[in-house]
């Protein structure tokens, strides 16, 4: 039950401006930013810090365990993701495709470590020269100058004289000096422009957005809107571009697709390009946006389908193929409705406009596309965890009554990314976003294990609200901890307790004489009737209740030495993964308060609101298991520190942990909402009365919370019949090479290709 495609994506856009709210809108209490500090973080706000976060995705062991066939598959599925995903530069700002190709120039002339020689001579301090490391590797990992989580615009942190003289002095300036001065010219101006407009993505006088050109406002996009619905077309593979002339506005709607021509070349007939007159302006529908990237996309879809396990597989591939040539999203959807059949494949895949988060008016899909495969390793072990759920499930604490007859391995994969291409990667996906798809066809929901791997594990420097001694305990083990975590959460979690019903024939699946309500001691008093479910019974609590008992099982479970011995942990390393996954879960708990609202006084994700719950209720356990305390950081400003004394999870930590989640079980089981809910709404409230201030650690979490990581990804290389896998450091220079080597054969073309669309939009911008 990974849902959080969407609320993750918004939560987090909308997190800097909650962020700022705070700050300047703090009721009380909240002095400690003084106006200086506050400018300087205002403006902090458009550069990426030089320390940020920079993690390798490892998919190493996954990839390895496929077999050549899927190799293949996957490389072709890769290729045309990163063709593709080239399109985000062209869909974020007029002069991201000649930054980017300003980027690609220098550093394919010479490697990050040869031109940090020459910055040196150039007059750049090493700060100086990191920051533009930062700066490139943030542009390659957001496809374009605007970040991707809070879409607004980043720019180097060094000045501007310096990066001028940087590229003056660089190999690729001296090989052709006309040309790079040509480029630098080109973008050098926006590339640092901090203007009201540009400061963040936005129609009209609110911002910067390709999708429409610069002279568009809300009024066109309604206009355009009705347009494409009385055409019966979708907005989500367009751009809109208008023209004054003549007396008349004239839009041009641009499709994505390697086919330029505007006649129906796809042999059914009736063709959705042309010219047509609507509420006294002119249309054109034209194919060809992005005609070389979707060419070059299509072209490797081709080629994956040669590669694909299945004849359904196969004929997803041609579908989006054919999407892709001729810019149809009908196409798009059938690619879909058989992406929804291809279950469980050992590499899953997704390409094309699918979110539209970033077009101001929210109908327009950014490129995107992704590779993950099955680690065969993992899901081995999780089979073995599923094969022993026979002996696990009694462990938990409930009555045998409240347990199913049979147990029922719940639809779950974990994969690991190998490409995401596109503005950045989310820990889970659920799509498609058609609507009626969804529907009539249903959706999936794939969590993405290496990228949850890494996104909170961190540096130790930047390891907050931990005590010293833990960070390198915490570091060593979070990855193994956090694999046995999300097994027992998803398997055994999701997988256990039964709900007692009675059907519309009166029959009650359980033995109404017999079972007792283990909390109260009397014959068990409600259950769902006909209809009613789980989550038609909870309905607003019952996504994160449900997200808080899966957590409570796995924190229980773990405890097993039976279950760490599944996942290859015996004797002190197994007592270091339950450290450290209780020891998590408790910091997790602090860093869920981010998630929280106190104008609405509501939680916008639920497994964050349930680790918040767990966290309450071992603090409540007292008896010093869990410490957390309030106090000012190295810089002045307020902290905290939260640990757990490992001596007494076993005792203390378990019995809370045992207690609380056989309630969750039992209100679960019998219907009991208003039992369940004052429960769970109970933990879950934020104040700033009782034991600790929550409110205000609240306010503490917010000031430090980490800058959105950078993710490195391989490259796959075919190599006679093998596909190679190539991996680069976790640093920024290391995202950097791989952008590099990513298109070894075609660089230049698919470069030139960039300058020359970017130009044909700037006549639209400048
Ligand atoms: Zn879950």
């Known amino acids: 039950m990974f849902r959080f495609r969407v609320s993750y994506k918004l939560v987090t856009r909308y997190s800097v401006h909650w962020l700022y709210c705070n700050k300047l809108n703090s009721p009380k209490g909240f002095t400690c930013v003084s106006s200086r500090k506050l400018t300087t973080m205002v403006d902090s706000q458009y550069f990426l810090p030089n320390d940020i976060g920079v993690s390798a995705l490892d998919c190493r062991e996954a990839f390895r365990l496929l077999s050549p066939r899927e190799q293949l598959y996957s490389h072709f599925l890769s290729r045309a993701a990163w063709y593709g995903g080239l399109a985000v530069l062209l869909q974020t700002s007029p002069e991201s495709s000649g930054i980017y190709v ?51 615009k980043f720019i180097p942190n060094l000045p501007q004289e310096k990066l001028k003289a940087l590229v003056w002095r660089s190999k690729a300036f001296k090989e052709s000096p006309a040309d790079m001065e040509a480029l630098w010219d080109s973008c050098s101006t926006r590339l640092y422009s901090l203007e009201e407009r540009q400061k963040q993505l936005g129609l009209g006088n609110k911002g910067t957005t390709t999708y429409f050109s610069g002279n568009c ?43 330029t021509t505007d006649c129906a070349v796809d042999g059914e007939g009736e063709t959705c390009c042309g010219r047509f007159e609507f509420e006294g302006c002119v249309f054109t529908v034209q194919r060809g946006d992005y005609a070389h990237l979707m060419k070059k996309a299509s072209d490797n879809l081709h080629k994956a389908q040669g590669h694909a396990a ?4 196969r004929r997803m591939l041609e579908e989006y193929e054919r999407s892709f040539t001729l810019g149809s999203v009908d196409a798009h959807k059938e690619a879909s409705r058989y992406w929804i059949k291809d279950k469980g494949p050992i590499v899953e895949s997704y390409i094309g406009f699918i979110e539209s988060y970033r077009d101001p008016f929210g109908s327009r899909g950014e490129f995107e596309g992704f590779v993950a495969v099955v680690n065969k390793a993992m899901s081995a072990r999780f089979g073995s965890l599923v094969g022993s759920a026979e002996v696990l499930l009694p462990e938990l604490p409930w009555p045998q009554a409240f347990e ?70 915490y570091i060593q083990w979070k990855g193994p901890s956090f694999e046995v975590q999300v097994g027992l959460h998803e398997l055994l979690g999701h997988g256990s307790g039964k709900l007692f019903v009675q059907d519309e024939n009166g029959k009650l ?98 497994h964050m609101q349930a680790r918040y719950v767990i966290l309450r209720v071992l603090l409540e356990a007292g008896q010093g298991l869990v410490t957390l305390q309030e106090c000012s950081g190295a810089d002045g400003l307020p902290d905290a520190r939260i640990s757990i004394d490992r001596s007494k999870i076993h005792t203390v930590g378990k019995v809370a942990i045992e207690k609380f989640l056989c309630k969750l079980q039992v209100h679960k089981s019998t ?96």
């Open 404 to 473: 199913k007859d049979r147990f029922l391995k719940p639809d779950f994969t974990s994969l690991d990314v190998l490409t995401f291409a596109g503005s950045g990667i989310p820990a889970g996906i659920n799509i498609p976003n058609y609507d009626d798809i969804r529907q009539s066809e249903g959706f999936k929901n794939v969590s993405l294990g290496n990228v949850l791997a890494v996104a909170y594990a961190t540096q130790k420097d930047k390891l907050t609200f931990l005590e010293e001694e833990d960070k390198d305990v």
């Open 102 to 152: 300003l980027l690609q120039r220098l550093f394919r002339g010479q490697d990050p470590d040869q031109l940090g020689e020459v910055a040196t001579a150039a007059g750049l301090s090493a700060e100086e020269y990191q920051a533009f490391l930062v700066y490139a590797a943030g542009l390659y990992a957001n496809m374009g100058n605007y970040k991707s989580f809070g879409d607004t």
């Open 509 to 606: 699946n359980f033995e109404k004489e017999k079972v007792v309500n283990p909390e109260t001691g009397e014959p068990i008093s409600s259950w769902y009737q006909g209809s009613e479910t789980w989550d038609s019974k909870f309905s607003t609590i019952a996504s994160s209740y449900e997200e808080c008992r899966a957590e409570c099982v796995g924190l229980y479970l773990c405890l097993n030495k039976h279950v760490l011995s599944i996942f290859g942990h015996e004797g002190h390393d197994a007592e270091e993964v339950v450290y450290v996954n209780w020891l998590n879960m408790v910091r997790a708990g602090l860093l869920g308060l981010e998630f929280y609202t106190p104008e609405s006084q509501s939680w916008r994700q639920a």
């Open 217 to 259: 406002g809300l009024k066109d996009a309604e206009l355009a809107q009705r347009f494409l619905d009385s055409k019966k077309l979708s907005a989500y593979n367009t751009r809109l571009f208008k023209k004054e002339g003549g007396g008349k506005t004239c839009y041009e709607v641009r499709l994505a697709s390697a086919v």
């Open 310 to 313: 299945n004849e359904n597989q």
């Open 671 to 766: 219907a009991d909402v208003e039992g369940g809910r004052s429960l769970y709404e109970g933990y879950s409230a934020v104040s700033d009365s009782g034991t600790h201030n929550f409110t205000r650690l609240r306010e503490t979490i917010l000031l430090r919370k980490e800058a959105r990581k950078m993710f490195v990804q391989a490259n796959t290389k075919v190599k006679g019949d093998a596909v190679e896998l190539v991996e680069y450091d976790g640093s920024a220079a290391g995202l950097i090479r791989s952008f590099v080597e990513r298109f070894p054969d075609d660089a230049e073309e698919v470069e030139a290709e960039l300058l020359a669309l970017s130009k044909k939009d700037c006549s639209c911008w400048c």
